[in-house]
């Protein structure tokens, strides 16, 4: 009888665990101001982004790099969309835009970004990658969430 109580507990624990684990991303305020949930991948229909990997530890500047290739991700005017670091309380903590740097009118363009920030925060945080969308329409934003940790 003990065993099977503590088989029980060992299986509790472990589907515990695994639902932290899985949920982890979405602990945060969803700060998309559309109905569509954060995207939480390396690479996601139309956006790849090659720095930050996803939870790696970073302090400022933050350095940011990656491409866009169609599916709502384009470049126009020089950019191909913006970024934003988000604490676990929803500060922005910084922001600026993802300027590109190859030519923006191709279909694939890549793009940098380095995000400076002034904070004694330590822990958790959320990179928010947003689409360029010279239409304003709504319902082509686009927004992707990238967790990391500031060190």
Do not use: C, Y
Not at 18 to 43: G, H, R, T, V
Not at 85 to 109: F, I
């Amino acid at each position: 009888m003990k065993k099977g109580i503590l088989i029980l507990i060992i299986l509790a624990i472990i589907i515990a665990i695994s639902i932290a684990i899985l949920s982890w991303p979405f602990i945060f305020k969803n700060q998309n101001n559309s109905n569509q949930e954060p995207i939480l991948q390396n690479k996601v229909e139309g956006i790849h982004i090659l720095s930050p990997r996803v939870m790696a530890q970073v302090s400022s500047p933050i350095k940011i790099s990656g491409k866009v290739d169609g599916a709502g991700w384009s470049g126009f005017e020089g950019q191909v969309g913006n970024i934003k670091l988000v604490d676990p309380n929803g500060n922005v903590l910084a922001e600026t835009s993802l300027l590109a740097t190859t030519e923006w009118t191709k279909q694939e363009v890549a793009f940098e970004a380095e995000l400076s920030f002034d904070s004694k925060f330590k822990g958790p945080a959320i990179l928010f990658f947003h689409n360029e969308n010279p239409s304003s329409d709504p319902a082509k934003d686009k927004e992707v969430a990238w967790p990391v940790f500031i060190r």
